[in-house]
């Protein structure tokens, strides 16, 4: 770069010249992102501004430590930015403490048992195969494997959580802490009743808020954070923000979570990361964002009513939030096969187990769709409508590929009328 010269962010058609194969994976990714459906309820189109921020040279600065604290020198610029987020953090939320350097929604939830447990500890978390997450419990994970974790779940009769169940087992094994949230939980959570459990038992209240977070953020659902001691997210769901991780927590708690962060199991925080933090932070306090997140659930009620009208079942009868969890029993294929047949048709989304599945969880006998992409792209009721029935189309199609193409070309005019960069609609 000349002296002198402006220099801001990163210059596409430097990657494009130094490295044309890796540039053109970027450019047919972006295009997969603008021409095929995006119902993967955990992912977004997040603003230029926020990619901005996540290519910047930020991301060359090492800043072990937090601001004013850091073990490196230099770190005057990239102080200022995390404290601007975590104000906006603390602003949006209500929150007294929040900690903005998590890589990751996993590495929050790391930090929370390291905070609030030692290894061998008792925890009472949602199980896996009725909508909890890997980080709750599974056998396979780090918590599953050091952990003592005792799983409650949904009522059979009505898919909600089962409150009686979870103060039972709260009574039964006394926890040191109790998690709240899921990933494939289409109903609201009841914050309060889970606090007067925690209060019942001694135990530390956890709500892992990474798929909901965006919601409480543009006000459209009720929020964790009142009630919680802790509560943990990622960063890149219905909020819209770059890939990473969040945890605010009340005051008495914030040396133990910014301990347990780092030194505890970080080192350098991705300071482009906090950065983004920081802009979609500004971002979710405006009306738009407000008007964005009732948007997203009106959306998904939409779109599960009219599965359900294609006769597929909603799971808990439909949806609450920006997520819903659909039954497809009733068409004659499971999860796996219409996972393959929706992405051979240009729809991407996820097969996902239902409770009480007969199927494994690689099978499974149903698929998850969100409505937070698709909402970004400005699509509404209408739109729900022709998805659902491109959805119904594709999974009843067998493996017929014309009927694919077919399906495949409608999905692109659909998607031609609802861009999604240069700009998302914020
Ligand atoms: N993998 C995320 C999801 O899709 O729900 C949860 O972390």
């Not at 130094?18 to 047919?28: F, N, W």
């Not at 061998?120 to 974790?149: C, Q, R, Y």
């Not at 347990?260 to 199991?265: E, L």
């Not at 861009?419 to 998302?424: I, T």
Request: charged share 20%; with cysteine; hydrophobic share 35%.
């Amino acid at each position: 770069m000349p002296r002198g010269e402006k220099y801001y962010g990163p210059d596409f058609n430097a990657l494009e010249r130094q490295d044309p194969e890796i540039a053109s994976v970027v450019i047919s990714e972006l295009e997969r992102q603008r021409h095929d459906l995006q119902l993967i309820a955990s992912e977004n189109f997040t603003s230029s501004a926020v990619l901005a921020t996540m290519g910047s040279t930020l991301s060359n600065k090492y800043a072990e430590g937090y601001p004013g604290k850091r073990y490196y020198g230099g770190c005057e610029e990239v102080d200022k930015v995390e404290l601007i987020g975590i104000q906006r953090a603390k602003d949006l939320f209500g929150a007294e403490h929040a900690n903005l350097q998590p890589h990751s929604g996993a590495s929050a939830n790391v930090a929370v048992y390291q905070a609030f447990t030692k290894p061998g500890d008792t925890v009472l978390a949602m199980s896996l195969p009725h909508g909890g997450h890997l980080t709750h419990g599974a056998k396979v994970n780090f918590s599953g494997k050091w952990f003592n974790v005792v799983s409650y779940g949904v009522r059979q009769d009505n898919e909600l959580i089962d409150y009686d169940q979870l103060r039972d087992l709260a009574l039964e094994h006394k926890p040191k802490m109790i998690c709240s949230g899921a990933t494939a939980y289409p109903s609201l959570i009841d914050f309060e009743k889970v606090r007067q459990i925690c209060d019942e038992v001694g135990a530390i209240m956890w709500v892992d808020a990474a798929h909901f977070i965006g919601l409480v953020a543009g006000k459209a659902i009720p929020s964790p954070v009142p009630y919680a001691d802790v509560v943990s997210f990622t960063t890149h769901k219905v909020l819209r923000g770059p890939r990473g991780g969040m945890i605010l927590s009340k005051e008495k708690h914030a040396a133990a979570i910014d301990k347990a962060i780092f030194p505890g199991m970080q080192g350098g925080p991705i300071m482009s990361a906090v950065a983004g933090k920081a802009v979609v932070l500004k971002e979710c306090a405006t009306a738009a964002y407000q008007n964005y997140a009732k948007k997203v659930i009106e959306n998904c009620q939409a779109l599960a009513s009219d599965l359900q009208k294609e006769g597929m079942r909603a799971v808990s009868g439909g949806t609450q939030t920006h997520l819903a969890l659909i039954d497809i029993r009733s068409t004659g294929v499971n999860g796996k096969v219409a996972d393959e047949r929706c992405g051979k048709s240009g729809i991407s989304l996820n097969k996902n187990s239902i409770p009480f599945d007969p199927e494994s969880p690689a099978v499974s006998s149903g698929i998850r769709v969100g409505t937070a992409a698709v909402t970004t792209q400005g699509m509404g009721r209408e739109e729900m409508k022709v998805i659902a029935g491109l959805i119904s189309r594709a999974i009843k199609n067998g493996d017929d590929e014309n009927q694919a193409k077919e399906i495949r070309s409608e999905v692109h005019q659909l998607t031609k009328r609802f861009s999604v960069y240069p700009e998302p609609s914020i």
